[in-house]
């Protein structure tokens, strides 16, 4: 990761690329940025992948997070990905069948 910054920063030296206008202005000015770069572009892009792998493996794992992020998050894996299929039993379903006595689970 980091000799791919290095590079992306040599390539933003030379080339001189400004993505700024596909920022809104609103939050354009709460940044205070003048200039987004690649090396900004990517960096980003890498940060939101990296958090959003996490959130996934959280699911797969079957961790706790918040029931409103993990519906969320399911409805995007399985329209984008095939990583989570429609016949998964979901945490919340999982956490009612432990709820039930043993002899009721079926």
Do not use: H, W
């Amino acid at each position: 990761m980091t000799i791919a910054i290095i590079f992306l920063i040599a390539i933003d030296s030379l080339v001189g690329v400004n993505f700024i206008g596909f920022i809104p202005t609103e939050i354009r000015d709460n940044l205070g940025v003048e200039r987004v770069g690649i090396n900004e572009l990517f960096t980003v892009l890498f940060i939101v992948f990296e958090t959003l792998s996490i959130f996934k493996n959280m699911i797969l794992c079957k961790l706790p997070i918040p029931r409103k992020l993990q519906e969320y998050l399911e409805k995007i894996m399985k329209e984008f990905t095939s990583e989570i299929k429609d016949d998964k039993v979901t945490v919340i379903e999982a956490t009612k069948v432990e709820i039930r006595k043993e002899g009721e689970i079926k």
